[in-house]
């Protein structure tokens, strides 16, 4: 399989696998009150619990957000909120290793904002899980740091998402992840890259309606049956 389909996040499809925002102090950066700060700086936020039943119904979480569309920290004078906000934390902020780095951005986060990922839709895949969870956000929020991203130019997301719903998806995650305690999988990005995926070129068009139906029912056997066949793997029985 390795040798015969291209990967995942391949340029060709313009397939990309992301990891949401690491802020060091979720405390600060993680609200549910939208009069908090300036509503220009609060950014709707999903976290792996807000995937738990198959969907994403958001739990009404907001990234206290520092960065400019353009990549730069904000300017804490243009906002007298935010500015209050991150002073009444100032101490707990400059503690963390970001902070002590670069004290004069003492108020980012980890990671950067990519800001047009937000309005992208994209599949989210929670970090620790027993089995493969994808779940479609059609372009609305931006993932928490045990979230990871998938975009894609070419495929129908819920599409992809069938493939890796099924049993098919999983099978290479545990090919190359360790099993934790519990029999938990780390569904990171280092090997979700590593998933090969059909030709998007050569998928019978019945078996993406497949593929897609079961991803939105859920289904993970149909999934299964469905991405055995597009891998000319073959199906099971039953």
Known sequence: MEAEFPLLEDTNTGTKVGIGVATGADKVFLTKDPELVEES??????????TMNGVLEWSGHYLVN??????????LELYP??????GDNEA???????GRKKPSHWYRTIDKVNHSLTGRPKLLIPDIKSAAHPVCDRGEYYPHHNLYHVTSEGWDLKVLGGLLLSE?????????????SGGY?????????RIRVPHLKKL?????????GAFQARDVRAAT?????TYGIGEIPG
């Open 41 to 50: 700086r609060l950014l709707p936020l999903a976290l792996a619990k807000d």
């Open 92 to 98: 707990l902020l400059k503690r963390r290793h970001v």
């Open 185 to 193: 999988l780390r569904f990171q990005a280092q090997y979700l890259r």
């Open 204 to 212: 019978d068009p019945r078996l993406a309606q497949e593929l897609a």
């Open 66 to 75: 520092p960065w400019e569309a353009d990549g730069s920290l904000v300017d």
């Open 168 to 180: 098919v998806g999983q099978f290479f995650v545990e090919c190359y992840a360790v099993r934790m």
């Open 225 to 229: 049956r469905a991405a055995l066949r």
């Open 81 to 86: 909120k935010l500015r209050r906000y991150f």
